[in-house]
C-alpha cells in the first residue's frame, strides 16, 4: 500500500497569512466601526426629526399646550442653557422646556415628557397625550442609540427653543446625571439647520 505523501503549511506562509489578515482586518474594522456611528447617529437624527413634527404640529394646532410651552413667567427663562451654533460660530441662550429618557437608565423621573417648571406642565401632558405616552408609563419608545464623547452616554431628549426667536425649536440630547433633567449636549434637529451632524465624530 503507497504512503499518502501530505504536505502542510510552512511557518513563514503562516505568518505571512496571519500578516495578510491583520493588515485586513486593520483597515476593514474601523470603517465598519464608523458605518456604525454614522447609522446610529441617523436613526436618532429621524426620531429628533419626529419629536420635532409633533412639537410643531401641537404648538399650531392646541393655544393651550402654546402659551404652556412659551410661558414666560417659566423660573427657566431667567436660567437659560448656554448652547453654541456651529453653523454661525455664535453662542445663544436655549429656553429647556421637556426632557425624555432616551436609555431605560433613568431613575424613574423622565419615562414621560417631563417639565422643568410648572408653567410647561400642560405642554408635557399634551405632548405625552399626543405620542401616546399615558401617565406613568415605563416604556421608552424613543431610545437614543448614539453616545456621546464625554464619556457619559446620551440618555436624555430635549426640546426647548432659541430665546432670541422663539419660534425656533430644537431637540437636543445630552446627558441626564446633572441639574433638573439633565445637561443638553448635542443638537439633533433644529430649524434653522435641519438636521445638525456634530463634529464629535468619535461619538
Not at 426629526?49 to 402654546?66: F, K, N, P, S
Not at 464619556?151 to 430665546?163: H, L, P, S, T, V
Request: proline share 2%; aromatic share 8%.
Amino acid at each position: 500500500m503507497r504512503k499518502r505523501n501530505t504536505k502542510g503549511f510552512t511557518l513563514i506562509e503562516l505568518i505571512v497569512v496571519i500578516a495578510i489578515i491583520g493588515v485586513l482586518a486593520a483597515i476593514l474594522v474601523p470603517t465598519m466601526i464608523g458605518y456604525v456611528k454614522k447609522a446610529k447617529r441617523a436613526s436618532d437624527v429621524s426620531n429628533a426629526r419626529g419629536i420635532h413634527t409633533d412639537v410643531l404640529d401641537l404648538l399650531l394646532e392646541d393655544d393651550d399646550a402654546h402659551d404652556s410651552f412659551y410661558d414666560s413667567s417659566s423660573s427657566i427663562c431667567s436660567a437659560p442653557f448656554t448652547c453654541h451654533d456651529s453653523f454661525s460660530n455664535q453662542d445663544y441662550d436655549y429656553i429647556m422646556v421637556a426632557y425624555l429618557d432616551g436609555s431605560g437608565r433613568a431613575d424613574g423621573s423622565g419615562r414621560v415628557w417631563t417639565e422643568l417648571d410648572s408653567t410647561q406642565h400642560t405642554f408635557c401632558e399634551h405632548m405625552n397625550t399626543r405620542m401616546g405616552y399615558p401617565s406613568g408609563s415605563s416604556n421608552i419608545k424613543i431610545r437614543i442609540k448614539s453616545h456621546g464623547s464625554g464619556g457619559n452616554d446620551y440618555n436624555r431628549w430635549f426640546i426647548g427653543y432659541r430665546k432670541d426667536t422663539p419660534s425656533t425649536v430644537e431637540v437636543w440630547v445630552g446627558d441626564g446625571s446633572t441639574g433638573v433633567g439633565g445637561d443638553p449636549q448635542l443638537c439633533l434637529y433644529t430649524q434653522i439647520n435641519k438636521s445638525v451632524t456634530s463634529s464629535d465624530d468619535d461619538t
